[in-house]
């Protein structure tokens, strides 16, 4: 079997996995050590097949999977140490306080930080006599965070962290996870619908649409590459097709081109065909992503 670097945290080589009514289909994608990655998609995108996928608890047809060097699912209990996973499905025990799971894994992982849980404990205003079925939504997201992160696994795999969360709990999720990454080395993957956390923390934003990874890049160069152009048309005046424009609005004298691939050059080459740039606008994440999804449809309807 061919052998990856292990530079990655995350390997995925044209992994595909079909169920009746759904196709993931040939992922791929990279997640380099002491990196986050925000994985966007919208409802039934495929996020937490793929997740799954990584954690080896769904098989994949076809395709190669390496989690922290380790060959997935072969190896999963070996990469599973060093893993941690927090998602809807994380079998907490209803009728147990959180200080009977906080001992329960300590007696498991040697890299247990009790200084460190008993911190996350106060920040995320838990108790440890609390029952689990006592717990709100969102304390419970803080529960099942505090039991991974204390453990100071390599790579940490959240599906939906910040999903149902009010905003201050977000906002205490999000800072606990960049702290993490004070720590060279670590990792974190984590799967959203909210681009505003994936925009706030993320070096790489990877999104996923009907099942097909469309776009996949460092956060800087999205922002940087991505720009609407409001363009004012002249009577008598063609709107030329120009090369890294993806879609244009019509009405009447008014257009509003959108450019995956941004440069200068683009507004002069509008200029010279006598369209008026009237604006060139930044995007926001969620722009991109729905510009995105839509370009990528249309491109699959075509
Ligand atoms: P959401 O944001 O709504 O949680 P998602 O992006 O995480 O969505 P997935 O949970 O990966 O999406 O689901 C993708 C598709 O795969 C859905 O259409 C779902 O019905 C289908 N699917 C997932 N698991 C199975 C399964 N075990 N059997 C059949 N279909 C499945």
Redesign the pocket.
């Known amino acids: 079997m061919k052998e990856y670097a292990t530079d990655a945290a995350i390997e995925m080589h044209g992994v595909s996995k079909h ?4 196709t ?1 289909d040939n992922i791929s994608l990279k997640l380099p050590r002491g990196q986050i990655m925000g994985l966007i ?12 996928i990584l954690m080896g608890l ?1 098989h994949h047809d076809s395709g190669h999977v390496q989690v922290l060097g380790h060959n997935m699912p072969a190896q999963q209990v070996a990469a599973k140490w060093n893993i941690g996973f927090v998602s809807e499905d994380m079998r907490l025990y209803d009728s147990m306080t959180l200080g009977w799971h906080i001992d329960f894994i300590r007696s498991i992982y040697p890299n247990w930080d009790a200084a460190y849980a008993q911190q996350l404990l106060k920040r995320f205003g838990l108790r440890s006599e609390q029952k689990m079925k006592g717990l709100s939504h969102g304390q419970r997201v803080k529960a099942a965070l505090l039991l991974v992160l204390a453990r100071k696994p390599e790579l940490l795999v959240l ?2 962290p910040t999903t149902g969360l009010d905003p201050v709990a977000r906002h205490e999720v999000l800072r606990e996870l960049t702290n993490v990454m004070a720590d060279e080395g670590r990792s974190i993957l984590f ?1 959203s ?1 909210n681009t505003q956390d994936v925009e706030q923390i993320s070096d790489q934003i990877t999104f ?1 649409d009907r ?1 097909r990874i469309i776009d996949s890049m460092d956060k800087e160069r999205y922002l940087d590459r991505w720009r609407r152009l409001r363009l004012e048309v002249p009577r008598g005046v063609d709107l030329p097709a120009l090369p890294g424009i993806i879609g244009i609005r019509r009405d009447g004298s008014l257009a509003v081109a959108t450019s995956n691939a941004f440069e200068p050059e683009l507004a002069s080459a509008y200029e010279s065909t006598g369209v008026h740039v009237r604006r060139v606008e930044n995007m926001t994440l969620e722009e991109i992503f729905i510009a995105n999804v839509e370009h990528s449809r249309d491109e699959v309807e075509a």
């Open positions: 169920y009746r009514y759904f993931l998609g919208a409802n039934g995108a495929g996020k937490s097949t793929t997740i799954r769904v599906d939906e799967s619908h996923i099942g």
